[in-house]
């Protein structure tokens, strides 16, 4: 077996983890999992499978990697591509196809053709009319605010779309595309019968879904949950999915598809009875808990996105923005909140030495309150920006996900122009020893 196999192997045993070996992270690489099929281990994951009509390539590539990608495929193999399917329209999933079509054009092939969901090229319009939005949100979540931000500016629209279900044929292979609203509304699911090989897209990812992004548009937890039984009730037999490593076997496959179908629904289910109770956002985000043995699993652990996330995300799907707070409705400034805070604790120094107190006792929700109370009322005072940045920082460094992470570290770099310690640049996706401790 090769490197991704053997890890794929070594991750399902619990002989290693998702913290050592985050969805994102390396190993890359290109290996064969089954008759004519080959998974691509990247930042986030590309299936080829080889036809005699040409090569079918689910997800080519990132706009940051395509070429890497495009690269290491041509050394493999010199089909030319037939078909391209975008899983769905995120950036590290629509990218690449330009490079087999200027090889077409090069060597008069005939063009290869892109399928995808209808909802596709709305999205792809949002983005270019977000742009630099989605530039700031991008580094927040991913490198906590550091490093060069970058959005892609244009898109390589689909030639085909469907609505609900789409079967095809290429060079013989049978390719079943079906759509799910779940991480995006615009999602694919592919199933190829002759060799039981499944991509999830991004509906499976090694982790906790990412049916929760605090900084992304919404998602479709129950949606999400029905597709996944849906994938199982056919009985594939390689898990390749959008992100992270692979899934071997119909027993592994049927489990993990089932049991992060199970994970959905639980915090469904346990938010929309809180919702019919009255209960508030405050309630609910505080009351309803994934079940543990659960988030145990090597499949979901909350490395990217976390459960509590995803109940704001069901709580918005069924609720609206209007979180039950009647100071909420109509707020005042945060600032002139801050500063009436600080002037009845006696000064935003006193505001922030508590916060640290709070911190050192290990209560990082109530610290970072304080935190973000001093900073607003004294942003100019040194040694209150000092101790938010610090306190963010630690915060930064105690949480198990990326996007918690990066939040974080974005705080403690723009209040108190200081870097978590032991947290590097990159993609906010290490972890130190010892996080397992936190799941
Ligand atoms: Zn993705």
């Given at each position: 077996?090769?490197?991704?196999?053997?890890?794929?192997?070594?991750?399902?045993?619990?002989?290693?983890?998702?913290?050592?070996?985050?969805?994102?992270?390396p190993?890359?690489?290109?290996?064969?999992?089954?008759?004519?099929t080959?998974?691509?281990?990247g930042?986030?994951?590309?299936?080829?499978?080889?036809?005699?009509?040409?090569?079918?390539i689910?997800?080519?590539?990132?706009?940051?990697?395509?070429?890497?990608?495009?690269?290491k495929?041509?050394k493999?193999?010199?089909d030319?591509?037939?078909?391209a399917?975008?899983?769905?329209?995120?950036?590290?999933?629509?990218?690449?196809v330009?490079?087999?079509?200027d090889?077409?054009?090069?060597?008069?092939?005939?063009?290869?053709?892109?399928?995808?969901?209808?909802?596709?090229?709305?999205?792809?319009l949002?983005?270019?009319?977000?742009?630099?939005?989605?530039?700031?949100?991008?580094?927040r979540?991913?490198?906590g605010?550091?490093?060069?931000?970058?959005?892609?500016?244009?898109?390589?629209?689909?030639?085909?779309?469907?609505r609900?279900?789409?079967?095809?044929?290429?060079?013989?292979?049978?390719v079943?595309?079906?759509?799910?609203?779940?991480?995006t509304?615009?999602?694919?699911?592919?199933?190829?019968?002759?060799?039981?090989?499944?991509?999830?897209?991004?509906?499976?990812?090694y982790?906790v879904?990412?049916?929760?992004?605090?900084?992304?548009?919404q998602r479709?937890?129950?949606e999400w949950?029905?597709?996944?039984?849906?994938?199982?009730?056919l009985g594939?037999?390689?898990?390749?999915?959008?992100?992270?490593?692979?899934?071997l076997?119909?027993?592994r496959?049927?489990?993990?598809?089932?049991?992060?179908?199970?994970?959905?629904?639980?915090?469904?289910?346990q938010?929309?009875?809180?919702?019919n109770r009255?209960a508030?956002?405050?309630?609910?985000?505080?009351?309803?808990?994934?079940?543990?043995?659960?988030?145990k699993?090597?499949?979901?652990k909350?490395?990217?996105?976390?459960?509590?996330f995803?109940v704001?995300?069901?709580?918005?799907l069924?609720?609206?923005?209007?979180?039950?707070?009647?100071?909420?409705?109509?707020?005042a400034?945060?600032?002139?909140?801050?500063?009436e805070?600080?002037?009845?604790?006696?000064?935003a120094?006193?505001?922030?030495?508590?916060?640290?107190?709070?911190?050192?006792?290990?209560?990082?929700?109530?610290?970072?309150?304080?935190?973000?109370?001093?900073?607003?009322?004294?942003p100019?005072?040194?040694?209150v920006?000092?101790?938010?940045?610090?306190?963010?920082?630690?915060?930064?460094?105690?949480?198990t996900?990326?996007m918690?992470?990066?939040?974080?570290?974005?705080?403690?770099?723009?209040?108190?122009?200081l870097?978590?310690?032991?947290?590097?640049?990159?993609?906010?996706?290490?972890?130190?020893s010892?996080?397992?401790?936190?799941?």
């Open positions: 077996m090769g490197n991704i196999l053997d890890l794929s192997e070594a991750l399902w045993k619990g002989e290693t983890d998702t913290y050592a070996h985050h969805c994102f992270g190993p890359y690489g290109l290996e064969r999992v089954a008759d004519g080959w998974f691509y281990k930042f986030a994951n590309t299936i080829l499978r080889e036809t005699v009509g040409g090569l079918v689910v997800d080519p590539g990132a706009f940051f990697d395509c070429q890497i990608k495009f690269d495929i041509r493999h193999t010199s030319r591509l037939n078909t399917i975008f899983t769905h329209g995120h950036t590290d999933h629509v990218f690449g330009d490079l087999y079509a090889e077409a054009r090069l060597r008069d092939w005939p063009m290869p053709r892109v399928i995808a969901h209808e909802a596709m090229p709305a999205r792809f949002r983005y270019r009319e977000s742009h630099g939005w989605n530039e700031i949100i991008n580094g979540q991913f490198m605010g550091s490093g060069r931000p970058e959005w892609p500016v244009s898109f390589y629209d689909p030639d085909i779309t469907y609900k279900k789409l079967d095809v044929d290429v060079g013989g292979v049978k079943l595309l079906r759509h799910a609203r779940g991480e509304d615009d999602h694919t699911w592919v199933f190829f019968p002759d060799t039981r090989v499944l991509c999830t897209g991004d509906l499976f990812i982790a879904p990412n049916a929760g992004n605090p900084q992304k548009v479709y937890c129950m949950a029905i597709a996944l039984r849906e994938m199982a009730a594939p037999e390689v898990l390749a999915p959008g992100h992270g490593f692979l899934i076997g119909a027993d496959v049927a489990r993990a598809l089932t049991e992060t179908a199970d994970l959905l629904e639980s915090l469904h289910e938010t929309i009875a809180a919702m009255g508030s956002l405050d309630e609910v985000i505080h009351s309803v808990k994934a079940p543990d043995a659960l988030l699993r090597p499949y979901l909350p490395i990217y996105d976390e459960p509590e995803i704001r995300n069901i709580w918005r069924y609720g609206g923005w209007y979180d039950g707070s009647p100071s909420h409705l109509k707020p400034p945060e600032k002139d909140q801050a500063i805070v600080a002037r009845l604790a006696g000064g120094e006193t505001l922030a030495r508590r916060a640290e107190e709070l911190l050192e006792a290990g209560d990082f929700r109530l610290a970072c309150h304080l935190a973000d109370w001093a900073h607003l009322a004294a100019d005072n040194p040694e920006r000092k101790t938010a940045g610090r306190i963010y920082g630690k915060r930064a460094e105690a949480e996900s990326t918690a992470m990066g939040i974080y570290l974005w705080a403690a770099g723009t209040m108190g122009e870097r978590a310690e032991g947290v590097k640049d990159g993609p906010v996706i290490r972890l130190q010892g996080r397992e401790k936190m799941v």
